[in-house]
Nanobody
């Protein structure tokens, strides 16, 4: 499975961004795909994920109500709509995938940097 995230950039506090993740290389019907982020000096943390075949999204507490994960199965693309952005959302965002039968994400794409200015 190959993943490529895009859509990062500089945005002001309160603004919005939509990240995209193009997924290729394998049938995704039994995969969970998700977003993680890593801020400078901090550990990587989970943001949101989705079961590719049935939607069924899950969110970190900080993402609930502000971020929305979705996927376009026809185009093998996953999205993260981020609204009401805060400076603490500044991080490199990564998309990742795992087969639904395992607990660890073992497919990762290069990140895309999101910077939220105050």
């Amino acid at each position: 499975v190959q993943l490529q995230a895009s859509g990062g950039g500089l945005v002001q506090t309160g603004g919005s961004l939509r990240l995209s993740c193009a997924v290729s290389g394998h049938t995704l019907s039994d995969y969970i795909v998700g977003w993680f982020r890593q801020a400078p000096g901090k550990e990587r943390e989970f943001v949101a994920n989705i079961l590719w075949s049935r939607h069924n999204p899950g969110y970190a507490n900080f993402a609930k109500g502000r971020f929305t994960i979705s996927r376009d199965r026809a185009n093998n693309t996953m999205y993260l709509q981020m609204d009401s952005l805060k400076p603490e959302d500044t991080a490199t965002y990564y998309c990742a995938a795992r087969w639904r039968g395992v607990s660890e994400y073992n497919f990762w794409g290069p990140g895309t940097l999101v910077t939220v200015s105050s």
